[in-house]
């Protein structure tokens, strides 16, 4: 008589242990309602993650850009994670089906007891694992999937192919997307099937070998990947437009003449390895012509792909480079010219004076030019700032903004600054959750300052100054609730009184909240979904947090914008002005891509590209928060499409008046934009394909010491009178050198003011 408690061994009649019993079900139901508590909390912080998220959005007006994106990752999710699952668990099916058999070495019963099931359940999480990445892959993939559906002619053709640009924009995406899935689900399905073959031959005590039907198994699996290789050698043949081999970016001499022909090839090759490999598993169900057909496509890609375009650079094109390439330089130099908007530039001769001096006749002629020459430097100046008109140690000036000013009547070039609230530069015993998040809330102000004027004692000669803000420019609503510096989250309308800004007496002014900025908080659910996202209980538990207050998160302007329209680059340089008495952020947005053929890469702060576009103005408004995203540049195919993906975000420039009144005359062409633009126009100023090979005009940008430590010229913003023209107006100027030479060879502006912006 034998006895089993709980599924412990087994103690026979003399106490004797008998073979192993693993409590399948006792496991089963621990293991399940462990997972079964980690799926439901991990589902519980997504859904909580989605709400806020969905609360914020709403606040902005943009739940339908939300809504959008949201729905669409959780779709293409859902595909990608199915589709991987039926391929996989097909797959595993059939190791099961053909992979089982008698046994061939003798097994203890009670070990393959053991074993099957855990040879299942591996089987199973990995599958489930597989599928949940592959599905967030898939998810993450939204822009490519949507860019397709809402694409935009370019209205270019390109040369090679006569495909519309637009195809290498928006539709080869998509086919590297889907192939690259696909390429990569086969892969590890394979790996899986191989494993599963493995175990199952090791559990019946055999040798793994290539039985008929194993053999009809792998050769479909290598056909399929064979199909997909395929696949990808047809994308890689458009993909020669981005080749960085020949004189220039694109398809040159020998990627047209040798390398189109050899992927051509090797697609016929494959798919002729392809066909046989499914011929195998029907009729011949051999090893040796699997073998064959794998070293014939490795063969053929050595020397199709790699030696035969190798000979012909070396051998036919650089003999004859400049005769080989011309062609495909100019292709370039058009391409490069036309994606950075190099093509608008307005060229013209700028006769040098004979006059050796400045004269009183000049000085007196340009009072304008001369009343705003830039004395300041905007590096300096912040220095000063935090030194003089800082206030109290927790405002801060993060950085400086040049911007144009009427002024007492008078067009005058002013230096800005927002002063903007430092909570963890209050004192030790200050730092606590109801100061940082409740009381300290917002800055307060700006200071401006002509770029040339100075006090007797050397300061700026400030027009607008102090806390609070007095001065030339008059401003009603001063406090910074949403800026550059506002890093974390604070709660207003609290039963704290908020600190507005101090007084000479020692006794701070006290302000409440009066916009819409940030989600209203008050009610169970929300106070704990917040408390989550951020991991503040204090959110959840406080009773300062009343019926009214509101939590104000991604307050910094350029994590505001990023969270609203993740698929625009910002500049670095957001900057504040002072209109109809309230303080507004301008944000520059760039459309850009690295998929425009034939057009040479810039790398700078901005990333990598070779298209970009200052299609976006954002407004964000320094009180309430809001944003509006102002489509500037309406000839942009990028920003065309992303208008139709997302209807409600976007408004038109020429509604700026209505909006934001005042606002159009201090709009300014980005830095970031221009300074590449000037660094590809070193070289793309040159349109002649010979002057180009041979860089006989080549340009670079002057040096400056800046601190005894010489350093590339910065572009710099100045109120001017161009060449040819009436009126003074504000740009945006960098001079040129020649090549490793000193002496000044030209100067590029972009024009800020009116109808001439850009």
Known sequence: MTSNFGGFPNIGPQGQMGPPQIPWRLISIWGGGLGFIVGALLLASWLLGVFTDFLWFDNLGYGDVYRTILIHRIWLFFIGAFLFAAIASFNVWLTYKYGRGPQVIPIPEETLELLRPLTLVGAIFVTVV????????????????????????????????????????????????????LLGAMIVSSLMTVAMYFIHFSLRGAVFSMTIPVRVHISVLGALLLFLFAYGYWTNIYDLVYSSGGAVVGATYADVNAGIPALKTLIVIVLAGGVLLLANAIWFRGVRLMVGIGGLWLGSMIILVFFIPASVQRFQVEPSELERERDFIARNIDATREAFGLNRIEESPYQISETPRITEEIVQSNPGIIDNLRLWDHRPFLDVLNQIQFIRLYYDFLDVDVDRYRVNGEYKQLMVSARELSPERLPDEAQRWVNRKLQFTHGFGVVAAPVTEFTDDGKPNFVVKDVPPIGDLPITRPEVYYGENTRDYVVVNSLVEEFSYPTETEKPVYARYGGNGGVPISGFVRKFAHGWKFKDINLFISSEIEEGSRIQYNRNIQARVSEVAPFLVLDGDPYVVVVDGGLQWIQDAYTVTDLYPYSTPFTGELGSFNYIRNSVKVVMDAYQGDLTFYIIDETDPLVQTYDRMFPSLFTPFDEIDELHPGLREHIRYPEGLFQAQAEQYLQYHMTDTTVFFNKEDQWSIPQETFFGTPQNMQSYYLIMRLPNQVQQEFVLLLPFTPADRPNMVSWLAARNDGEHYG
Do not use: C, E, M
């Open 130 to 181: 597989a599928s949940l990445i592959f599905g967030g892959v898939t998810g993450s993939r939204w822009p490519t999937v949507l860019g397709y559906i809402h694409s935009t002619p370019f209205n270019v053709t390109d040369p090679q192919f006569g495909k519309d640009i637009s195809f290498f924009v928006f539709t080869l995406p998509l086919h590297h997307l889907v192939q690259g899935w």
